[in-house]
Every structure is written in structure tokens, then in C-alpha cells.
Nanobody, 123 residues
Framework: QVQLVESGGGLVQAGDSLRLSCAGSRRTFSRNTMGWFRQAPGKEREFVAAITWIGGTKYADSVKGRFTISRDNAKNTVSLQMSSLKPEDTAVYCC?????????????????WGQGTQVTVSS
């Protein structure tokens, strides 16, 4: 069974930084694209960032230049460094794994999901 565990969420002020991490098994990460998504109250889940096995990345326009996705294949972790946070970044952030490659943004393109971690940005 695939298990993804996120950590690093919390309550911060606008302009602050926060780093999220997601840990999984070697089999989960090997050769697969990893993604971060978020869901704010009353809104649909939306794509944030993705990274391929070899480090190719893609970002949502709303976070480009502020967020950085990275992965450590040896440690089976993927991280999301968030800077210059805004109140509109408030959401539950989930990591996801796509069996295979490609930098896809649709939630349906990802096969397994973590439970999520809450990020709250106060103004």
C-alpha cells in the first residue's frame, strides 16, 4: 500500500516562509513524478507544483517565483519551499504521486495522495 506523509504545515504571517515535506517509500518515489496540490475551504483542489524523477519542474502561475519544489530520491522525500506567503495561499496542502513521468497538472493524473497538512497565512 502506498503511503505518503506530509509535514511542515502551520500558521504563519503574510510574507513569511514555510517548508513542507512529504515522505514515502522507495517504491513510491522511484521513477515517478511527484506533485503538490492544495485545497482551500469551498474550493476545488488545485495544482501547485510537480517534479519529475530527474528534476524537471512545473509550477502554477499563482506560485511561480515564490515556491520551489525539490526531491531527494535517496531519502524518498519531496519538499515544497514556500516564500512570500500570502493569505490566499491558505489551504490544505497534499503531496501526490503519479505512476510514471510527465509534468501533469490534473488531479486525475495522480494515483496516490497523502492526507495533507494545513497551511494558514494570516494578514
Amino acid at each position: 500500500q502506498v503511503q505518503l506523509v506530509e509535514s511542515g504545515g502551520g500558521l504563519v504571517q503574510a510574507g513569511d516562509s514555510l517548508r513542507l515535506s512529504c515522505a514515502g517509500s522507495r517504491r513510491t518515489f522511484s521513477r515517478n513524478t511527484m506533485g503538490w496540490f492544495r485545497q482551500a475551504p469551498g474550493k476545488e483542489r488545485e495544482f501547485v507544483a510537480a517534479i519529475t524523477w530527474i528534476g524537471g519542474t512545473k509550477y502554477a502561475d499563482s506560485v511561480k517565483g515564490r515556491f520551489t519544489i525539490s526531491r531527494d530520491n535517496a531519502k524518498n522525500t519531496v519538499s515544497l519551499q514556500m516564500s512570500s506567503l500570502k493569505p490566499e495561499d491558505t489551504a490544505v496542502y497534499c503531496c501526490a504521486v503519479r505512476n510514471g513521468g510527465g509534468l501533469l497538472v490534473a488531479t486525475a493524473s495522480y494515483d496516490y495522495w497523502g492526507q495533507g497538512t494545513q497551511v494558514t497565512v494570516s494578514s
